[in-house]
Nanobody, 122 residues
């Protein structure tokens, strides 16, 4: 009922920038928090940055000062601007959304995008 579609991954050089975008669509009544996670092969998915419906943000220590998360509530989109990229930022990045769906019932669910590869290398 809800789809998250990511875009903007790719290859960047150390010190460069990438911008990840995620658009949520479907039978959405409202979205609470939206976030970006990262996951390396064989490892647990971990939070990079999150933003609630009021615009309050939360970053991991590695993302602070380099990454900026933002959202457009009217368009149900979330963006992660990644600056001063480092090789250790290389991972698959996933969009996440805590969504309220209203049909006959009100249903709350957490949804994930398909993931987008970010590679930082010279």
């Amino acid at each position: 009922q809800v789809q998250l579609v990511e875009s903007g991954g790719g290859l960047a050089q150390p010190g460069g920038s990438l911008r990840l975008s995620c658009a949520a669509s479907g039978n959405i009544f409202s979205i609470n928090s939206m976030a970006w996670y990262r996951q390396a092969s064989g490892k647990q998915r971990e939070l990079v940055a999150a933003i609630n419906s009021g615009g309050r943000t939360n970053y991991t220590d590695s993302a602070k000062g380099r990454f900026t998360i933002s959202r457009d509530n009217a368009k149900n989109t979330v963006t992660l601007q990644m600056n001063s990229l480092k090789p250790e930022d290389t991972d698959v990045y996933y969009c996440n959304a805590d969504v309220i769906i209203k049909t006959t019932f009100v249903i709350r669910g957490v949804y994930w995008g398909q993931g987008t590869q970010v590679t930082v290398s010279s």
